[in-house]
């Protein structure tokens, strides 16, 4: 009996072995940081891998001081999981997803209708996260991912992980993963993060972030933009919206994911000059569906907190607090105009809403099958929709006048 | 003061049994199969079933009360030798296949979402052998290692909650009926054998110290398990969504997967994969124990726990039957609307031959 328990003793301890059909060591990983697609001849796929080089950054470069932070390799492959595959192959270590954040997607692949099976195929495999991020690009992905070469972020991963951090934080362009691209691919509208390489039509605008991608009017730095949207309709790219429209689209839903906006606005005494100001979410975007009428009424109010940055024209507003109200009024008004232009492009040219309106519908509803008979995308772009923004004014900075030359000459 | 162990346990640990067979199946292929039918209202079942459920099993209390014996020996008395034994080889073999299927569909998770190079049997084996080992030290090590383990894994479920709360949407639970009440109700009836563990676990009465232990943590455990449930089936549709949520498998891995501590810490499914094997293993330990429990009451015999190891090889030749985790599925759906009807019936059934008894004695 003793015998027979030492003898189990020593034999258990093997079985606590597992995972040696799927254990992995460290050092023979390729992980892949961004992944390109592009549409290729015959219905099939070119597929861009961009890996990443763990030694370059750490502190033992010194043992290959010649190697790039990265690699990209690009295959004309069926889906992404045979590329993977095939990748390796190129490459001496296994192809692994298991740390990739950021897939982009050429334009001329995400206009087609396919591009929606593409990527909810590869989705099956579980080293596809969901929370990965999706840039749509003009050019060809793998152009893209060859552009980009960022001065200041010698590991990619870092380049993606901070612009992600900091598009949630201006609302320039959407918080798009493809988890969110999945909960909307029937008729709602899905915004995907819009950028580019390349330089377009660089005029400069009045209104600092009413842009495409490839327009901002740039000298220097790093080669990628990344502003503005894709817009999404049943799964297939549709259009583009700017910098300006999609952050009203994104101030338009209920809930928003912390972002402030700073824009200017043109002054309302004085029109020469333009003050600037960051706003920031008070609340949840107030949405009252009447799904009763026919056409349904949308009323929404987005509660605002206006923080005034800089008033070059000098007007006292500070102390002022008619000519606040004043201002205040003005600041009301152009926003309102904005969006409600916004809202009648959605109508009008794209009949459906990136507002996640439907949301505020779907609550008036009993049953899935009433909602779905009620076709809310058809009713929404003959819709009545009324938008108020409620802003408080909140602080002026930490000065209370501004520095006058000839008052300081006085004094 | 050391208390002498008597094989017997009390409150607490009965508690986390109930909590670890019943309260634990959100993370496995419960949801995908209540998602099917309930849709984004899925989340109403398990409440419905646990009225559906709760009704019988109370009755259920009142006899046990009354007769101060378990359910196994609740039924020889009331119905004789030959009924009782029909009627305790159906409840052997709901066991016996639902702990077979169950381990199939574990297993499935575990090679789908984890392992996927390592094979089904060389996983399941590790599975049965690890739970067959808790089962062999006997019911009280059974309730003992539920209730050590029982507050780390509730922390951790709580936390993986929080760390997706910033991608959920409350307004996603609309249309609040979802596919319509009648549907919801009526599926709920089907497939309340979900929860059908709650009245085979009356079987352990004599394992508990007091009846009132065991009306408590039974009680307790099998609302608190139902509305554990009904939360996570919620949590699902708040995060993916209908209808992406039906069209996901496994949502509660899928979860973890989702799950970020800030901008830096992510991929860390693997820590709640790590407390989901455990709870796996207390549930299969506590399942083989009633399996082979079951059994050795229907053949009348005393020692039943060295039934343990072929029990153990027989489920796992079971468990490698079935093709895929949709087969699975697919068979699980099966047992659970059979075993819904017997389930609900039984303690009626046994309740009205009391009573007729009773009358026939005065």
């Known amino acids: 009996m003793r015998i027979a328990k030492i003898v189990w003793l020593c034999i258990f301890p093997i079985f606590l072995l597992t995972g040696c059909w799927d254990k992995f060591e460290l050092e023979e990983q390729a992980y892949v940081v961004a992944l390109g697609l592009d549409k290729a001849s015959d219905n099939l796929l070119s597929v861009t891998f961009q890996i990443a080089n763990p030694q370059v950054g750490s502190t033992n470069k010194g043992e290959a001081p010649n190697e790039p932070p990265s690699d990209s390799i690009s295959f004309v492959v069926p889906d992404i999981i045979s590329a993977k595959e095939l990748a390796n192959s190129v490459v001496s270590r296994r192809v692994n997803f298991g740390h990739l954040r950021t897939i982009i997607v050429g334009e001329k692949l995400a206009v087609t209708s396919e591009f929606q099976h593409i990527i909810g195929t590869s989705l099956r ?193 500070p102390r002022d607090t008619h000519k606040q109200k004043v201002l205040k009024a003005s600041l009301e008004e152009i926003m309102q105009s904005k969006a409600m232009q916004l809202v009648q492009k959605t109508q009008r040219q794209y009949e459906a809403e990136p507002f996640l309106w439907y949301n505020a519908a779907r609550m008036k509803f009993w049953t899935l099958r009433e909602f779905e008979a009620y076709h809310w995308e058809d009713r929404y772009s003959r819709a009545k929709v009324n938008v108020d923004f409620d802003i408080r004014i909140e602080m002026f900075g930490k000065q209370l006048d501004p520095a006058r030359p000839q008052q300081q000459g006085r004094g | 003061m050391i208390k002498l162990s008597d094989g017997k346990i009390g409150t607490r640990e009965f508690l986390s049994i109930v909590m670890f067979s019943i309260g634990i199946k959100f993370a496995d292929t419960t949801p995908d199969i209540l998602f099917q039918f309930g849709k984004n209202a899925a989340w109403m079942v398990p409440i419905f079933s646990m009225f559906m459920l709760g009704i019988p099993f109370l009755i259920l209390l009142l006899l046990i009360k009354k007769h101060k014996l378990g359910l196994m020996e609740l039924l020889f008395a009331l119905t004789g030798k030959y009924i009782g034994f029909v009627l305790g080889l159906a409840m052997f073999v709901i066991v016996f296949m639902d702990t077979a299927v169950n381990t199939r569909s574990y297993i499935d998770i575990v090679n789908a979402m984890y392992f996927q190079r390592t094979p089904i049997p060389y996983l399941l084996l590790m599975l049965l052998a690890v739970s067959f080992y808790i089962a062999n030290r006997g019911f009280e090590t059974i309730g003992r290692t539920a209730w050590i383990v029982f507050p780390y894994i509730q922390v951790v479920i709580l936390l993986l909650v929080v760390f997706v709360l910033e991608d959920s949407d409350v307004m996603h639970i609309f249309p609040i009926a979802g596919p319509g009440m009648p549907q919801i109700i009526r599926q709920s009836a089907a497939h ?35 509305l554990q449930v009904a939360f996570f089936c919620a949590v699902y549709v708040l995060v993916y969504d209908f209808p992406a949520v039906r069209q996901l498998l496994f949502p509660f891995h899928q979860l973890a997967r989702t799950a970020a501590i800030g901008q830096s810490v992510t991929n860390v499914e693997a820590v709640f994969f790590f407390f989901w094997v455990i709870s796996s293993v207390v549930r299969f330990s506590i399942l083989l124990y009633l399996t082979v429990f079951l059994f050795g009451r229907i053949i009348r015999l005393k020692e039943f726990e060295p039934l343990l190891p072929p029990m153990t090889g027989f489920i796992f030749m079971l468990a490698l039957l079935p093709e895929n985790v949709v087969v699975t599925n697919v068979i699980r759906e099966w047992l659970l609307n059979l075993s819904s009807i017997f389930l609900i019936a039984l303690p009626f059934l046994l309740f009205l031959i009391d009573r007729w008894k009773g009358r026939l004695q005065t």
């Open chain 2, 192 to 226: 309340s054998a979900v929860f059908g563990e709650i009245i085979l676990l009356a079987a352990f009465f004599p394992f508990v110290r007091q009846y009132k232990d065991f009306r408590f943590a039974s009680i307790v455990g099998f609302t608190v398990a139902c």
């Open chain 1, 125 to 317: 495999d579980p080293e596809l996260r969901r929370e990965i991020n999706l840039i749509i690009s003009p050019e060809n992905a793998s152009e893209f991912i060859k552009n980009n070469k960022p001065k200041m972020e010698t590991r990619p991963h870092k380049y993606y992980a901070f612009m992600t951090q900091r598009w949630r934080e201006t609302g320039e362009v959407p918080y798009s993963t493809l988890n969110r691209y999945y909960s909307r691919v029937a008729g709602e509208l899905y915004l995907a993060i819009y950028a580019t390489t390349q330089k377009y039509d660089q005029r400069g605008s009045p209104n600092e972030d009413n842009y495409l991608a490839g327009q901002v009017p740039q000298k220097g730095g790093d080669p990628v933009q990344m502003i503005g949207s894709a817009v999404f309709k049943n799964g297939r790219m549709i259009g583009k919206l700017t910098g300006e429209e999609t952050r009203y689209a994104l101030v338009l839903r209920r809930r928003a994911l912390a972002h402030t906006i700073v824009a200017s606005y043109a002054d309302p005494l004085n029109s020469k000059y333009r003050y600037t100001v960051r706003l920031v979410r008070r609340g949840n975007t107030q949405i009252k569906v009447d799904v009763k009428q026919d056409p349904p009424v949308v009323n929404v109010n987005v509660p605002l907190i206006c923080q005034v940055l800089s008033i070059p024209s000098l007007i006292d507003y």
